[in-house]
């Protein structure tokens, strides 16, 4: 494998269900990153991890919650969601340097959609 | 509000014609991001300016990066299908190191 992968890529929920998704990075980056991508809405930072540790919460609903085990791979695990919260979710990751250029290498995604 | 404004929100045009898509901002970034999205997959980064005034070219495609790093425009020449897609410029803000994205503008190319 090579860049950033995502399981699942498509994923249907209940409101009462609980599942997970999984990013993991192929780059040797030290920093990853959730996103959440609505339609005619702009990217959405939801969480950003620095080195396992997380340093940005976007004031995401604590129905999301993240977890980064080392610094290759990255969880969002779900729990009652909304039908609001269907959307695509998009995971990156980034080389952070001081001065750097933060730039994002994005996972294909995945399509969330609650019923 | 948004930080990072990109214009037009939408373009389509026929293959072979020429654009120009903008992304401006109050704000003074050190260095700017394009990317591009296809359906149902992620962004893919297609370059980073830092200097104000840069330019940089990729193929069919003109890069330029503001004088005072506070805007910065994309040009394609002779437009493929193949450049279908959503275009998204992002900043790192000069104080606060931080990514911001813009909305992004949607182009669509016709044969």
């Known amino acids: 494998e090579t860049g950033v992968t995502q399981t699942p890529r498509h994923l249907v929920m209940g409101m009462t269900n609980k599942k997970s998704l999984k990013c993991e990075q192929h780059l040797g980056h030290n920093a990853m990153y959730w996103y959440k991508q609505s339609a005619k809405k702009p990217l959405e930072l939801m969480f950003v991890y620095n080195f396992k540790e997380q340093t940005e919460n976007n004031s995401v609903p604590s129905r999301f919650s993240p977890e980064c085990p080392n610094s290759s791979h990255l969880f969002l695990h779900l729990h009652t969601l909304q039908p609001e919260d269907s959307a695509l979710y998009l995971c990156a990751s980034s080389q952070l340097t001081a001065g750097g250029s933060y730039e994002q290498y994005f996972g294909p995604g995945t399509r969330l959609t609650v019923t | 509000t948004q930080l990072l404004e990109q214009s037009p929100q939408f373009l389509s045009i026929q293959e072979g014609e020429n654009l120009t898509v903008y992304c401006n901002s109050s704000s003074v970034f050190s260095s700017l991001q394009w990317y591009r999205q296809e359906p149902g997959e992620g962004p893919v980064l297609l370059v980073t300016?830092?200097?104000?005034?840069e330019v940089k070219k990729l193929k069919r495609l003109t890069f330029q990066f503001g004088d005072a790093r506070k805007d910065s425009s994309l040009h394609i020449t002779a437009a493929q299908t193949g450049d279908t897609g959503l275009y998204l410029c992002?900043?790192?803000?000069?104080?606060?190191?931080?990514?911001?994205f813009g909305a992004g503008t949607i182009l669509r190319v016709k044969s």
């Open positions: 992002a900043g790192v803000m000069e104080y606060g190191n931080k990514l911001v």
């Open positions: 300016v830092v200097t104000g005034g």
